[in-house]
Nanobody, 115 residues
């Protein structure tokens, strides 16, 4: 089993920044994909960004140029730097990890962008 713990959510004004972090523990396999998803009220969960253990990254079009995903493999941690935040970015953000054919989710952290 893999456990994922997110941190760093909160309330921020439009145009502001937040940094989310995710720490993985448990049965950790070196080759994996980690990512961030988000779910706004009344909407389906959607991909925000992913990063592979080899360093490849992928972003949703809606966050390209504003969000940056990064990871430290040796520490099994991942971060999401979110800049130029918009009200549409308001959602619960979930950390995700996929390894050995299984997916794992964190409990989620709320991000609210409002003036």
């Amino acid at each position: 089993q893999v456990q994922l713990v997110e941190s760093g959510g909160g309330l921020v004004q439009p145009g502001g920044s937040l940094r989310l972090s995710c720490a993985a523990s448990g049965s950790i396999f070196s080759f994996n994909v980690m990512g961030w998803y988000r779910q706004a009220p009344g909407k389906e969960r959607e991909l925000v960004a992913t990063t592979t253990s080899g360093g490849l990254t992928n972003y949703a079009d809606s966050v390209k140029g504003r969000f940056t995903i990064s990871r430290v493999n040796a520490k099994n941690t991942m971060s999401l730097q979110m800049n130029s935040l918009k009200p549409d970015d308001t959602a619960v953000y979930y950390c995700y990890r996929h390894e050995l054919g299984r997916g794992y989710w964190g409990q989620g952290t709320q991000v609210t962008v409002s003036s």
